[in-house]
């Protein structure tokens, strides 16, 4: 297997002038319409448009544990036979790429070139009897190879691959990867701003439901990416004016890992739950799956202000509720969602949602988390 082509034109050949532009509009048209950006077909664009032959890209979760790779064959997901699991404790090039990427905070907005050639990460005098090398020949039939470190902690890598005939990478051929570098991450960064776009607006929906009116919405790496007035007014209270510049996205909030930590004090129906001063914090995590292994991570969070409520000596006692309401509230206080009660009940989804809503107005609730309060009260 040839690292390029021989019936391809050299992408550098100024008789070549289309490759580029043909390969920027794929790229673009990609980062509109890819369900997934980083598979096969990205590969094979690659092939098409310079000759690229042996690619492969690898994937890794965001605490550097390998989850596939996949070549021109297909994927490849880890397992207890994996060549890759065997190689990783000796990957001295990915743990470079990986140190880097945290120290650097890399993630799928950068667009400045980050490649690494292996001869330049290994010493020149164990190169050829190093564990790199052999793990190139058994598994690609390659000698050498170059490393793109794209997404959070470079939780993914093309890395383009040459044989000891074809010689080690070349200034000029490093130039011409470092531009497609830049193709690739452009690209990339869009695709990621499209589908978070559409992310927050699944999120939307799901906000709306909980019957909440202050929501925040973040990613897994303590950045805001949407927010509402309500919300911004309830961490006023709660932290102070200051609060405004550290929610604009562009940087990570230095308060939230403590809402999204593994400590809270207990969960109900999927969220976890915070008790801060007058303020209620719900914390739910949506998951964005990928076909390699990667899953991204995104949060919403729901704020209750409870600094208006009145305390009361007399005990809040559950109103009359109809049979199938007395139902449904026990079914939304055992954690089911609306569409388990629809299937237990064998009614619609929207019936659920009017007989909830009729709930809510009976019981002086706003949402699940404050008729489950009142139900526990009642319980005892």
């Given at each position: 297997m040839s690292y390029r082509q021989n019936d391809q034109r050299n992408p550098m050949d100024p008789g070549n002038p289309d490759r580029w532009g043909d390969f920027f509009l794929e790229m673009s048209e990609r980062a509109v319409t890819a369900r997934e950006f980083f598979d096969r077909a990205l590969l094979d664009s690659l092939k098409k448009h310079f000759g690229y032959q042996n690619v492969i890209l690898l994937a890794f979760d965001a605490e550097n544990h390998f989850l596939s790779w996949i070549t021109g064959e297909g994927l490849f997901a880890d397992c207890e036979d994996h060549?890759?699991?065997?190689?990783?404790?000796?990957?001295?090039?990915?743990?470079?790429?990986?140190?880097?990427?945290?120290?650097?905070?890399?993630?799928?907005?950068?667009?400045?070139?980050?490649?690494?050639?292996?001869?330049?990460?290994?010493?020149a005098d164990v190169y050829e009897a190093s564990a790199h090398v052999r793990f190139l020949e058994e598994n690609f039939r390659a000698h050498y190879s170059l490393h793109f470190a794209m997404g959070v902690n470079a939780y993914l890598q093309i890395v383009f691959l040459k044989s000891r005939e074809e010689g080690d990478f070349t200034g000029s051929e490093q130039m011409e990867l470092a531009r497609i570098y830049s193709y690739i991450a452009s690209a990339y960064r869009n695709f990621k701003k499209y589908e978070q776009a559409r992310i927050v607006s699944e999120i939307h929906d799901e906000v709306i439901l909980s019957g909440e009116t202050a929501y925040l919405i973040t990613d897994d790496f303590m950045h805001i990416m949407d927010y509402n007035q309500e919300a911004l007014?309830?961490?006023?209270?709660?932290?102070?004016?200051?609060?405004?510049?550290?929610?604009?996205?562009?940087?990570?909030?230095?308060?939230?890992?403590?809402?999204?930590?593994?400590?809270?004090?207990?969960?109900?129906?999927?969220?976890?739950?915070?008790?801060?001063?007058?303020?209620?914090?719900?914390?739910?995590?949506?998951?964005?799956?990928?076909?390699?292994?990667?899953?991204?991570?995104?949060?919403?969070?729901?704020i209750s202000d409870h600094s208006a409520e009145k305390a009361s000596a007399a005990p809040r006692r559950l109103p009359q509720l109809t049979k199938s309401e007395n139902r449904i509230a026990g079914l939304l206080y055992s954690g089911l969602t609306y569409q388990a009660i629809a299937g237990e009940l064998v009614i619609s989804y929207h019936t659920v949602k009017n007989h909830v809503q009729n709930i809510y107005s009976k019981c002086g609730v706003k949402n699940r988390y404050e008729l489950y309060e009142l139900m526990k009260e009642n319980e005892s």
């Amino acid at each position: 297997m040839s690292y390029r082509q021989n019936d391809q034109r050299n992408p550098m050949d100024p008789g070549n002038p289309d490759r580029w532009g043909d390969f920027f509009l794929e790229m673009s048209e990609r980062a509109v319409t890819a369900r997934e950006f980083f598979d096969r077909a990205l590969l094979d664009s690659l092939k098409k448009h310079f000759g690229y032959q042996n690619v492969i890209l690898l994937a890794f979760d965001a605490e550097n544990h390998f989850l596939s790779w996949i070549t021109g064959e297909g994927l490849f997901a880890d397992c207890e036979d994996h060549p890759y699991r065997r190689y990783a404790p000796q990957d001295q090039i990915r743990r470079r790429i990986y140190e880097d990427a945290v120290c650097e905070h890399l993630d799928y907005f950068n667009v400045s070139p980050k490649l690494y050639r292996s001869t330049d990460l290994i010493d020149a005098d164990v190169y050829e009897a190093s564990a790199h090398v052999r793990f190139l020949e058994e598994n690609f039939r390659a000698h050498y190879s170059l490393h793109f470190a794209m997404g959070v902690n470079a939780y993914l890598q093309i890395v383009f691959l040459k044989s000891r005939e074809e010689g080690d990478f070349t200034g000029s051929e490093q130039m011409e990867l470092a531009r497609i570098y830049s193709y690739i991450a452009s690209a990339y960064r869009n695709f990621k701003k499209y589908e978070q776009a559409r992310i927050v607006s699944e999120i939307h929906d799901e906000v709306i439901l909980s019957g909440e009116t202050a929501y925040l919405i973040t990613d897994d790496f303590m950045h805001i990416m949407d927010y509402n007035q309500e919300a911004l007014a309830c961490l006023k209270k709660l932290l102070g004016g200051d609060i405004v510049s550290q929610i604009d996205g562009s940087r990570p909030c230095v308060w939230l890992p403590f809402l999204l930590s593994d400590r809270e004090p207990y969960t109900v129906e999927k969220a976890h739950i915070h008790m801060i001063r007058n303020y209620t914090f719900r914390i739910y995590t949506y998951d964005r799956t990928y076909s390699h292994g990667i899953v991204d991570k995104y949060h919403w969070i729901t704020i209750s202000d409870h600094s208006a409520e009145k305390a009361s000596a007399a005990p809040r006692r559950l109103p009359q509720l109809t049979k199938s309401e007395n139902r449904i509230a026990g079914l939304l206080y055992s954690g089911l969602t609306y569409q388990a009660i629809a299937g237990e009940l064998v009614i619609s989804y929207h019936t659920v949602k009017n007989h909830v809503q009729n709930i809510y107005s009976k019981c002086g609730v706003k949402n699940r988390y404050e008729l489950y309060e009142l139900m526990k009260e009642n319980e005892s």
